[in-house]
């Protein structure tokens, strides 16, 4: 009873934290406190309800914002990312040279696969042959080939794993990219477990929303490198976000403001 009443409380747990309304529950300071935001909705004079992102009354902090505002804000950040053409190009360069280089054996391992194959095909032959003619018996015939036929499918597994493994990576490109160029209609469509999974993955530390802006002390080193490429190829004077002693010391595009000291 224990058991199931705790993991009641565990699955109801993880649905408030998840709610459609409130995708950045859980992912949200307070500016003021310092504590986690929480989420509810407040029904106007005429009926109607607004999402609120606020801090929580125990803690005697009245701090809230429109969930709207913080989303649509958020949603603006995510849409001034663009990768051009000649980054696409140099980043799948860049990422197709260290692929190959982690990737040097495969050559090697596919022809090693390709003569036991062989050899196990012309014993294969060989056995038919002998049982055909009568040198061995049903019993012997039949062992012998199962083992060779569970030899030749670990091989023909193996050569799979690794002829997938180099389709994945074009696939890995393709994918990364289409994510970037679209990340706020994707960001928009995704449920809230994604949302938050993209949320996290840029910002590995809580946001900030204040004075309808955000806020954080961290962004993704390799999101910024990205951004930082993009801008100089395009001749643009840098205003992105840079990680310096904890904070940004630049500003990043508009919607995502830097804290400061």
């Not at 040097?104 to 002998?130: H, P, Q």
């Not at 490109?173 to 994707?186: A, M, Q, S």
């Not at 960001?187 to 929303?209: M, W």
Request: net charge positive; aromatic share 8%; glycine share 4%.
């Amino acid at each position: 009873v224990q058991w199931v009443m705790k993991n009641r409380k565990k699955s109801k747990g993880q649905s408030e934290l998840r709610r459609e309304e409130f995708p950045l529950r859980s992912l949200l300071v307070c500016p003021r406190c310092g504590r986690h935001l929480t989420g509810s909705a407040s029904k106007s004079r005429n009926g109607s309800l607004h999402h609120y992102y606020h801090c929580q009354k125990k803690y005697h902090c009245d701090f809230r914002i429109r969930a709207d505002v913080a989303h649509d804000r958020l949603e603006e950040f995510f849409g001034s990312f663009k990768i051009q053409p000649e980054v696409k190009k140099l980043y799948r360069l860049i990422l197709e040279k260290k692929f190959n280089q982690m990737n040097s054996g495969k050559e090697t391992d596919l022809k090693k696969i390709k003569v036991e194959m062989s050899g196990l095909s012309t014993k294969l032959k060989s056995l038919n042959e002998k049982f055909i003619s009568d040198h061995i018996d049903v019993a012997t015939y039949s062992e012998m080939k199962k083992k060779l036929d569970e030899d030749m499918a670990a091989l023909k597994n193996q050569e799979t794993q690794i002829l997938e493994q180099e389709s994945d990576f074009a696939l890995y490109i393709k994918k990364g990219f289409t994510l970037v160029d679209n990340l706020r209609r994707f960001y928009h469509d995704a449920s809230v477990e994604v949302k938050q999974k993209i949320v996290g993955s840029i910002f590995p530390q809580k946001l900030v929303f204040d004075q309808n802006s955000y806020r954080t002390s961290r962004v993704n080193e390799a999101f910024l490198l990205l951004t930082k490429t993009i801008n100089e190829i395009q001749g643009q004077k840098i205003k992105n976000a840079t990680v310096s002693d904890g904070v940004f010391d630049q500003a990043p595009p508009p919607g995502l403001e830097p804290g400061t000291p």
